[in-house]
């Protein structure tokens, strides 16, 4: 594991990752400078990677003086990584109060990268098989704290700016529990003038909070869907993920057939296979029942079991007998590779061996 920087300093100046480029060039404005500063600045931060003001050489000083006052690059910092023999790595960040939260880099094939974003610190949603779970709901992260991981990483991965990555707010956390913030988010990524993340490259996964999928889909942003699923009968769901009591399958069904998806597009149905529980053919069969109306996509993944986990990984031979079986009945699925294995990849590893080794 590697120590990295060190930790962020902590300030009163605002986080100039939490501005879309109108509303940098709103302040700026209402300080008396040009808006069009505002691009210039998002072009370094974004495009550039440079967060030193001063180090931003077409500005002139007095504006330089003002976003040293005023604003910082600094609230978070990665302070920890993870690299994996597959190429995928976790990063730590941490913030300025003192809290960790984690992302992970994936490189799926040569120039495709995707990076899995955290939303939140900790997670009110109280899945039985996530680590960010048993810690609890400790608070939602700012839209910047949320940018800075996508930056951070394209930086410290050497990722040319012109290079497209795709995002995943998939990491710790419900995205839709933060949801103005995450949609924050999104609007800063998709900034051309800054690291330009189409929202197509960007998919919002959730646990499935039909009322919040719906005023998702009422935002009308672009963004793709993912619904971590994982069972097909209510009772196995609620025991998997408690969030069932107040939304059920079906709830979730009828809100994901309504959602305005891009026509080239398919939602993705995230199918957590855990040993003996939920990876039999009997399940495979009512999950073509369930999605019949759906234009969807499933993506198997493998369990990965954590120290006292009370799951377990599942066969190869079962998973890849689920996959044929959804593949005959024309419907699409994928099994997500299993990416990472040597490092604490689970959501939520890295950061509970940080703080029960501090602890
Ligand atoms: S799996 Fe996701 S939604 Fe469920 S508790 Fe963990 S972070 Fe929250």
Redesign the pocket.
Same mark, same amino acid.
């Given at each position: 594991m590697n120590e990295l920087t060190n930790p962020p300093t902590q300030t009163a100046k605002q986080n100039i990752f939490d501005f879309t480029l109108e509303e940098l060039g709103i302040a700026l404005e209402s300080a008396g400078f040009q808006k069009f500063r505002a691009k210039q600045i998002y072009h370094w931060l974004y495009v550039c990677y440079e967060e030193k003001f001063d180090a931003m050489n077409n500005l002139p000083k007095d504006l330089k003086a003002y976003l040293n006052q005023n604003f910082t690059t600094q609230k978070v910092r990665i302070t920890k990584k993870e690299q994996s023999k597959d190429g995928s790595v976790k990063y730590l960040f941490a913030t300025d109060d003192n809290l960790t939260y984690e992302s992970v880099f994936l490189k799926m094939k040569e120039d495709k990268w995707t990076i899995c974003l955290s939303s939140q610190i900790g *997670?009110?949603?109280?899945?039985s098989? *996530?680590l960010?779970?048993k810690g609890g709901f400790v608070r939602n992260l700012s839209a910047g704290e949320i940018v800075y991981q996508a930056l951070a990483i394209k930086k410290d991965q050497e990722i040319p700016s012109n290079k497209a990555i795709n995002i995943v707010y998939m990491g710790?956390?419900?995205p839709l529990d933060n949801l103005t913030n995450v949609t924050q988010c999104i609007h800063i990524l998709s900034e051309l003038n800054g690291l330009s993340i189409s929202v197509r490259r960007q998919t919002i996964s959730t646990?499935g909070i039909a009322p919040k999928i719906k005023k998702l889909g009422a935002l009308n942003l672009g963004v793709q869907l993912a619904i971590?699923l994982h069972a097909v009968s209510d009772d196995l769901r609620t025991k998997l993920?408690p969030i069932n009591k107040a939304y059920n399958i079906q709830s979730i069904i009828d809100e994901v057939a309504a959602f305005p998806i891009d026509s080239r597009k398919r939602v993705m149905f995230e199918y957590l296979v855990i040993d003996e529980l939920n990876d039999g053919l009997d399940s495979a069969k009512k999950l073509i029942a369930l999605l019949n109306k759906i234009k969807a996509k499933v993506n198997l993944i493998y369990f990965n079991p954590y120290e006292n986990s009370p799951y377990k990984r599942p066969k190869q031979e079962k998973v890849e007998a689920f996959r044929e079986f959804l593949l005959k009945k024309g419907l699409l699925c994928t099994i997500r590779e299993s990416k990472g294995l040597d490092i604490s990849a689970a *959501?939520?590893q890295l950061r509970e061996r940080e703080i029960n080794q501090k602890g």
């Amino acid at each position: 594991m590697n120590e990295l920087t060190n930790p962020p300093t902590q300030t009163a100046k605002q986080n100039i990752f939490d501005f879309t480029l109108e509303e940098l060039g709103i302040a700026l404005e209402s300080a008396g400078f040009q808006k069009f500063r505002a691009k210039q600045i998002y072009h370094w931060l974004y495009v550039c990677y440079e967060e030193k003001f001063d180090a931003m050489n077409n500005l002139p000083k007095d504006l330089k003086a003002y976003l040293n006052q005023n604003f910082t690059t600094q609230k978070v910092r990665i302070t920890k990584k993870e690299q994996s023999k597959d190429g995928s790595v976790k990063y730590l960040f941490a913030t300025d109060d003192n809290l960790t939260y984690e992302s992970v880099f994936l490189k799926m094939k040569e120039d495709k990268w995707t990076i899995c974003l955290s939303s939140q610190i900790g *997670c009110k949603v109280g899945c039985s098989f *996530c680590l960010t779970a048993k810690g609890g709901f400790v608070r939602n992260l700012s839209a910047g704290e949320i940018v800075y991981q996508a930056l951070a990483i394209k930086k410290d991965q050497e990722i040319p700016s012109n290079k497209a990555i795709n995002i995943v707010y998939m990491g710790m956390g419900e995205p839709l529990d933060n949801l103005t913030n995450v949609t924050q988010c999104i609007h800063i990524l998709s900034e051309l003038n800054g690291l330009s993340i189409s929202v197509r490259r960007q998919t919002i996964s959730t646990s499935g909070i039909a009322p919040k999928i719906k005023k998702l889909g009422a935002l009308n942003l672009g963004v793709q869907l993912a619904i971590s699923l994982h069972a097909v009968s209510d009772d196995l769901r609620t025991k998997l993920m408690p969030i069932n009591k107040a939304y059920n399958i079906q709830s979730i069904i009828d809100e994901v057939a309504a959602f305005p998806i891009d026509s080239r597009k398919r939602v993705m149905f995230e199918y957590l296979v855990i040993d003996e529980l939920n990876d039999g053919l009997d399940s495979a069969k009512k999950l073509i029942a369930l999605l019949n109306k759906i234009k969807a996509k499933v993506n198997l993944i493998y369990f990965n079991p954590y120290e006292n986990s009370p799951y377990k990984r599942p066969k190869q031979e079962k998973v890849e007998a689920f996959r044929e079986f959804l593949l005959k009945k024309g419907l699409l699925c994928t099994i997500r590779e299993s990416k990472g294995l040597d490092i604490s990849a689970a *959501c939520g590893q890295l950061r509970e061996r940080e703080i029960n080794q501090k602890g």
